[in-house]
């Protein structure tokens, strides 16, 4: 069971809409969550981290986290067309490990 | 100039062959990270450092070895290359002194890409 699990897309939505992408997880000891945002032949660059249970805002972007139901998601108000790429869902490696465990990532597409 | 610097940042080997990737960083992190990207299977953890004396494995670590040279080094080594070792590869850092809520994230390098034929 892979542990950090996204659709994989593409998710097309209309430029000026709400961008809703989801992700859950597997280990419920897991305490730390992460969305990172990765264009086409380039490195993952960190959108946003979350802790707690509930919403988390950084402007035009919510990280919304449920530890009860192993739910992280991201949603992206008035998405521009610089916000197509790929959202990759990280989660911190528990039990003393370190790293960070990746899905697979959402392939994002805004279309003006 | 980056932060956190890869080379090569291409490479063509054949099977059998040993290489070695670099990476080095500026930004006085002590953990350091080596991954590895497949289509359709995301990013991966090879080896993590958590300081020069201190290296661990990750999820898929078999067919590779690392060195932390120094705090700012960490080179990630295929003894001998094989054609399903093809992939992007990614050097990270993070620094868990840092700011509270910010400490564990993780900083990317550009990214090696590697074809082994």
């Known amino acids: 069971q892979k542990e950090v699990e996204q659709n994989s897309g593409p998710l097309s939505v209309p430029e000026g809409a709400i961008a809703s992408l989801n992700c859950t997880y597997s280990d419920r000891g897991s305490q730390s969550f992460f969305w990172y945002r990765q264009y086409s032949g380039k490195s993952p660059e960190l959108i946003m981290f979350?802790?707690?249970?509930g919403d988390k805002e950084d402007g035009r972007f919510t990280a919304q986290l449920n530890k009860a139901s192993q739910y992280v998601s991201l949603l992206i108000r008035d998405s521009q067309p610089s916000d197509s790429a790929t959202y990759l869902c990280?989660?911190?490696?528990?039990?003393?490990?370190?790293?960070?465990?990746f899905g697979k990532g959402t392939h994002l597409i805004i279309q003006p | 100039d980056a932060d956190v610097t890869q080379t090569p940042r291409n490479r063509i080997t054949k099977t059998g062959k040993r290489i070695m990737l670099e990476c080095s960083q500026t930004k006085g992190h002590d953990r350091m990270y080596w991954y590895r990207q497949d289509p359709g299977l995301g990013l991966r953890l090879i080896y993590y450092?958590?300081?020069?004396?201190?290296?661990n494995k990750g999820e898929i670590s078999d067919g590779y070895s690392v060195s932390r040279q120094a705090q700012a080094k960490f080179s990630l080594s295929l003894e001998s290359a094989i054609p399903n070792q093809t992939a992007l590869y990614f050097c990270?850092?993070?620094?868990?002194?840092?700011?509270?809520?910010?400490?564990?994230?993780?900083?990317f390098g550009p990214g090696t890409r590697l074809l082994v034929l």
């Open positions: 990270a850092t993070s620094d868990p002194s840092g700011l509270a809520g910010n400490y564990e994230t993780q900083y």
């Open positions: 450092s958590f300081d020069v004396k201190d290296i």
């Open positions: 979350i802790y707690s249970n």
């Open positions: 990280a989660v911190r490696r528990g039990g003393g490990a370190d790293g960070l465990t």
